[in-house]
């Protein structure tokens, strides 16, 4: 499978969990809204998805020299076709989604397996709040995610290995000393903070999503990678926020961080099977 009938396989299934729970006059109501992609990479998602559902697609991103594209991906993303073809794109800090989107509302928002980039569990949990603002009363949370935090040196190297790929795809990388230097650039640049689904069910339903769909991509993937697709509740008052709803030392011990002050603690494992 190439590139590019990947891209139009993986949107075209992102679209329909999107959609799974939509009566037809439901679906044909989302179009012409919008749709933010936060996280978007190269765009080939944001632009992708949006055309399935016939939505204005609309895409953010921090500004990083990783480039997450493949064949068809330009090395410099603000030169991407995709991206073009947006009716947004917007850069931010990495922190402030409502100041950059300046008041604009959306049906739909997804994060495309970007959640674990974000530097730290609060920071997650800040971008998930600040998303369910920026979302119209009955709309979209659509995430893919590893809903598993105990294979991290797993996640980690198929990630080393995807970027490794895609800059020999793209000729950057023809010798051996060539790719130890873009991998190691690669580390020094990659950031990433995996956590299990009994976290972002909590998250999400403090928040005050209802789970409407769950998809496990194969129940042999070793990266772990699931579906979730949310519904904002459009009766439900926004709940008073607090950064401490979550006990973030319990959470630190779900990420299986190694740390001596733990060690005696107890600590039970979680997968996304287990969670069915």
Known sequence: MTDTEYQHYKSANIARI????????????????????????DCAMTYLVSKHLGMEGNAIDIQTEIDWGGE?????????????????YYEYDGSDLLGALKGKKFAVVMYNHSLHHFPSF????????????????????????????FDEDILDLSHILLNLRYS?????????????????????EYQSLYFSKNILDRITNQLGF????????????????????????????ELAYSPYFFDEDKASRLHHVEDSDHLDLPQRRYSAESFN
């Not at 068809?72 to 947004?88: C, E, F, G, I, P």
């Open 122 to 149: 609060q920071a997650q949990v800040n971008s998930l709040k600040q998303a369910s603002q920026v979302l119209e009363p009955g709309g979209i949370l659509f995430l893919s995610e590893h809903a598993n935090c």
């Open 168 to 188: 020999i795809d793209k000729k950057q990388v023809l010798t051996p000393e060539e790719a130890m230097q873009a991998v190691l650039k690669f580390k020094s």
């Open 210 to 237: 209802t789970l409407a769909k769950e998809e496990i991509r194969s129940p042999t993937d070793v990266a772990k990678a699931t579906f979730f697709c949310f519904v904002k509740q459009p009766s439900r008052t």
């Open 18 to 41: 999107i959609t799974s729970h939509f009566s037809p006059q439901q679906k044909e109501k989302l179009k012409g809204k919008a749709l933010l992609d936060i996280g978007a990479g």
């Open 72 to 88: 068809n991906s330009s090395d410099k993303k603000r030169k991407n076709h995709y991206m073009a073809q947006l009716h947004n």
